[in-house]
Each structure stands twice: as C-alpha cells, then as structure tokens.
C-alpha cells in the first residue's frame, strides 16, 4: 500500500474520531507525512493545520521533525497534548468531542416559521458582525461563504447562519438572541448537515466539551458524539 492508503485503513478502523482527516484525505488537500498502524500526521495547507494520530511515544518523536513551522494542530489523542503544547510553545488549547451524521440520508429539514437560504458574498460584513466568536475578519467570512453559507430567514429578516471551517467542519452556528428557543439552531445545523451532503463532504463538527447546550443540540439533531476527546492547540 502507499501512504494514503496506508492512512487510510488506519483512520477507518474509527471512522468518528477520525472523520476530519478522512475529509482533508477525501477533498485530496491533504499531504500524507507519515503513515502506519500506528499512527498518520496529515498537513492540509488550505487550512495550515497539522492533523495527529499517535499512538506511542515513539511514534510522536518520530513526527515532531516533520512539523518544522507548525503553529495550529489538532490532536487526536489526548495523552501528547502537552507534549505538543510545550515543543511548540503553544499557549491556546480547546478540548473537543467530534460530531457527525453517519445516516445514509440527510436529516429532515425542521419547520422553524421562516425559511433557509444560500448566502452570497454581500451578506459577510453582517455575519462576521454577529458571529460571537469572530476570527479572521469579513475576508475568512467571504470564504465561508464561498464554502456554503446557510441563513435562516424570519418574515424576511436574518435571524441566524452557519456555514463550514476552512478545515471542512460545520460551525459558525449563530443565532441572533431575539429569535433563539425557536427552534432555529437545529433548523441550521440540518440544513448544514444536508448541504455537506449535497456538496459530496463528510458532515461533521468539534463541539467544545464544555458548551453543554451545543452538545446537547447535536444529539437533538441526531449526530454521533465521539467518546473520545479530541484537542487543538495554536
């Protein structure tokens, strides 16, 4: 086998945990830097990130040469989150379960009182204005755009969006606070989960291990929750 496909029957043995690097391998991004049984480092640079599975001690030292100008990882294993933290001098952690929808079918669009639309480019100022957790400015929400960007729509006024990371996973879920506990989070994150779908990608998100309402909400939708805990670090 050649690495990819060496990568890839190691990450399927547990396809949930390991749905974001079968994404970047999917949409043919990614570069393979070292694949086995025990363990794959993936690079993707759209995104810059550096994806680790690792095993052993062993087979960590083995990668931490090939990572030269790593500055954003995510983790797959929670044992060397440390270890990486304090080789690259990183300060900025977030600790996730993945959460994907592994039905043969997309889920039900939900009834909400308004409608989802496809959003075009005009509407990034406004999103990245309302996003409570902005990051890279209007230009990383014209991209998102570009990905997929839902609006969710109320007697024609937005009410919220979602869109997809750079990555490949669906975030960005936002509603504005006069029209939440309608029901519209879950209305986004189906439409999300159909437009992925549609689109050919793996649906998936990272849900922070302590945003219990978000958590909650992917059960609600019907999504799978990793038991395992996956990390970032930057």
Known sequence: MNQRETAL??????????????????RGTAQVRRAGEDGVLLYDPPSEVWFVDA?????????????EGCTILTGHQMWYKDTLAAHFGFHTEQICRQSAWLGGEPPAPLAFG????RLDRSWAVWAEAHYSHSFGGVSYMEESIERG???AFVDGQAAGFVSF??????GMLEVLPQYRRRGMGEALLRGAVALAMEQGKYPYGQVFTDNGPSLALQEKVGMTLSQ??????F
């Open 9 to 26: 029957a190691r990450l399927e043995r547990n396809r949930l945990l390991y749905l974001d690097m079968l994404e970047v391998l999917r």
């Open 55 to 67: 095993d052993t001690p062993a087979v960590l030292e083995e990668m931490l040469p090939l990572m």
């Open 114 to 117: 308004g409608e989802l639309r």
């Open 149 to 151: 960007m839902l609006g």
């Open 165 to 170: 990371h750079v990555e490949g996973s669906i």
């Open 228 to 233: 395992e805990l996956l990390f970032w670090i």
